[in-house]
């Protein structure tokens, strides 16, 4: 079965910085992408970044970009997030998940996520 | 960056029901359209890809399907495990982005 189990969650004051780890398991970590998306609370869905399989491509949104650095380590199954810099709207579950693709049309959609882990920015 | 515009924001409606979800696109995203089923405290679920593209496991009551820039899941018989809240998103270009979400609610 595959699993993803984010960490790293906690309390930090504006300005701050946090790293979030994602361990997966059940399936080839190195043959997938990896995405970070978030949730503010009682709000929607927000994409945050994501890493190609082998780390030399990542993409952020805009809102995180020269803040947040995503980073892989396939001999440890594990997809990271190092968060500088944090601001009170960067407070959210953070979710990994698997990124897939469909095989005829090459659609990426996320077909598994962990948990999530709750970051709060605030002093 | 493309918006994705989600109707109606909540619902109201009874097992047994068919109900209807609509996405709107602000730009042409082709299929590269995604839903999601997120239940209270727990991470999203994939329901459908590619806006027709059923995943294994879920129900055969859900389904998907795309009219030019409109994208419609359909819920052909509500359970009760069916009422919460659904997303779409679109995969056609970064940024990735989401509906704002429908809470389907029972009446």
């Known amino acids: 079965d595959v699993h993803l189990v984010e960490s790293g969650g906690d309390l930090v004051q504006p300005g701050g910085s946090l790293r979030l780890s994602c361990e997966a398991s059940?399936?080839?970590?190195?043959?997938?992408?990896m995405t970070w998306v978030r949730q503010a609370p009682g709000k929607g869905l927000e994409w945050v970044a994501n890493?190609?399989?082998?780390?030399?491509?990542?993409h952020y949104v805009d809102s995180v970009k020269g803040r947040f650095t995503i980073s892989r380590d396939n001999s440890k199954n594990s997809v990271f997030l190092q968060m500088d810099s944090l601001r009170d709207e960067d407070t959210a579950v953070y979710y990994c998940?698997?990124?897939?693709?469909?095989?005829?049309?090459?659609?990426?959609?996320?077909?598994?996520w962990g948990q999530g882990t709750l970051v709060t920015v605030s002093s | 960056d493309i918006q994705m515009t989600q109707s109606p924001s909540s619902l109201s409606a009874s097992v047994g029901d068919r109900v209807t979800i609509t996405c709107r696109a602000s730009?042409?995203?082709?299929?590269?359209l995604n839903w999601y089923q997120q239940k209270p405290g727990k991470a999203p679920k994939l329901l459908i890809s590619?806006?027709?593209n059923f995943q294994s496991g879920v129900p055969s009551r859900f389904s998907g399907s795309a009219s030019g820039a409109d994208f419609t899941l359909t819920i052909s018989t509500l359970q009760p495990e069916d009422f919460t809240t659904y997303f779409c998103?679109?995969?056609?270009?970064?940024?990735?982005?989401f509906g704002q979400g429908t809470r389907l609610e029972m009446k």
């Open positions: 890493i190609q399989q082998d780390g030399s491509e990542a």
């Open positions: 998940a698997r990124t897939a693709w469909t095989l005829r049309d090459y659609i990426s959609y996320f077909d598994y």
């Open positions: 998103q679109q995969s056609y270009n970064r940024p990735i982005t």
């Open positions: 590619g806006a027709s």
């Open positions: 730009r042409n995203i082709s299929n590269f």
């Open positions: 059940g399936f080839s970590f190195r043959s997938y992408w």
